[in-house]
């Protein structure tokens, strides 16, 4: 059983650049239609979970963020953002398009992308970096908490949560408009 404290995690919702196959990164593009009909989804999964005595922390970056406002503020008196939980920084690949990146091999695919291309982009944040980021967020958790992030930092705190490896991120389901709760050492997927 993990030795952290009750969290919810929801991934922001679809935005422009999710929708063109672009490398975000630290930058950011906005919510399309789509992606605010995810958020508003999460909003209603997290009407039904008792949040009395959860922080509600989201990434600074605007579609983190953007994706909160609409999910939780109606339900919470207060959002505070963390820059721990941004995205991974993918350095000089950030707005690129996927197919535009030359690594010499084929890529697995996942809802949040293709994991490998997070670890090699030059001059990117890398795996290693981002979860020490994630351990030490994790690690001054002292309430239960709703993370509102992005898709690798979901990955990595949920697998960090779980008690597993690195290599353990592709195994867990991602995508949007989804809320993952992890309460008991166990990880459930929660859907409208």
């Not at 490398?23 to 992606?35: V, W």
Request: with cysteine; glycine share 10%.
């Amino acid at each position: 059983m993990s030795h952290y404290p009750e969290i919810y995690v929801l991934r922001h919702g679809e935005t422009e650049w999710n929708a063109q196959s672009r490398m975000q990164g630290a930058l950011n593009s906005p919510l399309t239609a789509t992606g605010v009909a995810q958020a508003e989804a999460q909003g209603l999964i997290m009407a039904r979970q008792n949040l009395e005595g959860f922080d509600v922390i989201s990434s600074p970056q605007g579609r983190a963020f953007q994706t909160a406002a609409i999910a939780l503020a109606p339900l919470v008196p207060t959002i505070r953002t963390d820059a721990a939980l941004r995205e991974i920084g993918v350095g000089d690949w950030a707005g690129k398009r996927r197919s535009e990146l030359s690594v010499g091999f084929d890529v697995v695919d996942t809802p949040d992308g293709a994991l490998e291309l997070y670890e090699l982009a030059p001059n990117g944040e890398g795996f290693a970096r981002l979860e020490d980021r994630c351990r030490a967020f994790l690690d001054g958790l002292t309430a239960p908490a709703v993370l509102i992030t992005h898709g690798i930092t979901s990955r990595m705190l949920r697998t960090l949560w779980l008690g597993r490896g690195i290599e353990a991120m592709a195994d867990l389901p991602g995508g949007q408009g989804i809320v993952y709760h992890l309460k008991d050492g166990k990880h459930l997927r929660l859907e409208v």
